[in-house]
């Protein structure tokens, strides 16, 4: 049987490597892909593992497996570096008969490992990209980055605020506008009335949690919500006079790069949910002091519907930039 290896970082894993593991594949009975970790690392090991699992997930010769790099010796000469490595790599994976690699140490490590060395897209033409680029610039490179990996690049911004101050259409516009998803205010889906329990508030959450989850395996970039967490607990205790501490959690579990603020100086528009016309202002205040109290930073939103579109606009290039 012939044994290969792959190496790597995958920081995170992109179309080159996938390209370079597929083409291993194809040359040997069974592929290690070895992934190297330190504590220290940009991107959480377990989730870049989890990733290279699942891309692979069809092929059962292909064993994705992480070793940490607590050896590596970066001051050393190629020559001797690539020793301690194959020395690890003997007592952790046995007998390997083919190394597949993209890079110029492939070759005295190959050596190392008694192994014989399969060079494959070394200029990098086929794929021209690397994990540093992605990670420096991932918008630059978005075609490169796998499907799954994208959703832990998307920036996601929330559009936030009292009732009826434009958000959701803003949140629906926006994506449209950047060919992208929204999450909406999924409250509106589980409850028809003011008159909810404490049950249905933790119902609320958990669904606006995972809308979120769901819509960022498909975003493109950026994803758009109307509401979060916080809004949640702020009607909580508005109506019910107690806040689930369920919903701190999930406060927790999901990272906005940006928060809108939308004030109140547009019209009222009143539905079957909204009965909080005439304490405008003063939710405004509650929402306000919830994103200060955490030091959220917060860009606030004003003027007229086209206004704020322009407005918002103007920001969110930068921040795709």
């Not at 929204?182 to 003011?194: C, D, K, L, M, Q």
């Not at 049950?199 to 819509?215: L, T």
Request: glycine letters at 4%.
């Amino acid at each position: 049987m012939t044994r290969g290896l792959v190496i790597g970082k995958f920081l995170p894993i992109h179309n080159g490597h996938i390209a370079l593991i597929q083409y291993a594949a194809t040359a040997c009975d069974e592929l290690i892909v070895s992934m190297s970790y330190t504590n220290q690392d940009a991107i959480d090991p377990l989730l870049r593992l989890s990733w290279i699992k699942e891309i692979f997930k069809n092929n059962p010769n292909i064993k994705p497996l992480m070793i940490l790099d607590d050896f590596d010796e970066e001051s050393l000469p190629l020559l001797e570096r690539t020793k301690i490595w194959a020395d690890v790599i003997k007592k952790t994976y046995a007998s390997i008969n083919v190394l597949f690699s993209s890079e110029g140490y492939g070759e005295p490590f190959a050596k190392h490992l008694n192994a014989v060395h399969k060079i494959f897209d070394l200029d990098r033409k086929q794929v021209p990209v690397s994990s540093t680029l992605i990670r420096n610039q991932p918008f630059a490179y978005w075609d490169f980055i796998p499907e799954i990996v994208r959703p832990y690049f998307v920036k996601i911004v929330c559009f936030y605020g009292p009732e009826s101050t434009g958000k959701s259409v803003m949140a629906k516009y926006m994506s449209e506008k950047y060919k992208t998803e929204f999450v909406p205010e999924v409250a509106r889906e589980i409850v028809t009335s003011n008159d909810f329990t404490l049950d249905d508030i933790v119902k609320v959450g958990y669904a606006q949690h995972e809308r979120i989850q769901k819509k960022l395996k498909t975003a493109n970039k950026i994803l758009f919500c109307d509401t979060d967490a916080i809004t949640t607990q702020i009607y909580s205790k508005y109506y019910l006079n107690s806040v689930p501490e369920v919903l701190y959690e999930l406060e927790e579990k999901t990272n906005y790069l940006q928060y809108f603020l939308f004030d109140v100086d547009v019209p009222w528009i009143a539905d079957d949910l909204r009965d909080l016309g005439e304490k405008r202002t003063e939710m405004y205040t509650l929402f306000k002091q919830a994103l200060e109290e955490r030091k959220i930073n917060y860009i606030p939103v004003k003027g007229t519907y086209q206004e704020r579109e322009i407005f918002i606009t103007a920001i969110i290039e930068k921040l795709l930039q």
